[in-house]
């Protein structure tokens, strides 16, 4: 009992870090990329080639941190009850941009007040690793549909694209650390994904058809609407 105590507050401390870490290396990042962009325009054969390389390499390294700390920050993870429609209308913001650049349509319905007990940036991380392998897989006419209703005791998330799909032997090993079929992929979006959920005490299942498009569900325990008198 001990050493699980000692266990989550390592963990804990080890987020905590990595949050800090992941917020003041990105910009870094950001500066290196430019400076090699600016060097191999003006670069040619071998030269340009290691230059490009190297930008490649540091676009790993970010898409790493996206994956998994977006929103984290340095600080103590924080749960409380969060409430769907705001979540998933700062989520919808965050992922317009990158929905319009591949021409796609996003349509969000959250139906009711449905309240979540979790941690925001976390919950945040999840859908946007799903949402995103939906832009990616996006090809013309993009569509991306996101729902959530409550049903007895749960809600009940649906995101659905119809994006290229996947055979059967994909969605079997969707979850496995680096497992991707993408040449940028880290393979590590939907693996945050499921452990984030997973914590939450919920549930995700996939389904999907090659050339058709992709759903999930995701299935988590509501939470009793906070009492707003308590918090004042
Ligand atoms: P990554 O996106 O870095 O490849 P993920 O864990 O996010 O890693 O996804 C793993 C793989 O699952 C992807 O490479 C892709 O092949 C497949 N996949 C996930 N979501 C979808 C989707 N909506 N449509 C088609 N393929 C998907
Ligand atoms: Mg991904």
């Not at 989550?8 to 870090?17: G, N, V, W, Y």
């Not at 430019?34 to 970010?62: C, P, T, V, W």
């Not at 969707?174 to 040449?183: A, D, I, V």
């Amino acid at each position: 009992f001990n050493n699980e105590l000692q266990r989550s507050e390592k963990l804990e401390i080890i987020s905590e870090l990595a949050a800090s870490v992941a917020h003041e290396v990105r910009n870094p990042l950001q500066v290196t990329r430019g400076f090699l962009q600016l060097l191999g325009g003006k670069s040619h054969g071998a030269e340009k080639k290691y230059l490009n390389m190297a930008i490649s390499e540091l676009d790993r390294a970010s898409n790493i941190i996206t994956d998994f700390l977006t929103f984290a920050k340095p600080e103590f993870e924080q749960i409380s009850v969060l409430n769907m429609n705001e979540e998933f209308h700062h989520i919808e913001s965050i992922m317009l941009p990158l929905c319009h650049l591949s021409n796609g349509k996003m349509d969000l319905n959250v139906r009711g007040e449905l309240w979540v007990k979790g941690n925001s940036s976390k919950f945040k991380q999840a859908f946007i690793n799903i949402i995103k392998n939906s832009i990616e897989a996006m090809g013309e006419d993009g569509h991306i549909e996101i729902m959530a209703y409550g049903e007895g005791n749960k809600v009940h998330i649906h995101i659905r694209d119809n994006g290229e799909g996947m055979e059967p032997e994909v969605l079997n090993r969707l979850g496995e650390p680096y497992f991707s079929n993408k040449t940028k992929g880290t393979g590590l979006g939907l693996m945050v994904t499921f452990r984030i959920i997973e914590a939450m005490q919920g549930e995700i299942v996939f389904s999907s058809k090659k050339g058709a498009g992709t759903e999930s569900i995701t299935t988590l325990p509501l939470a009793e609407r906070p009492d707003a008198s308590r918090s004042l």
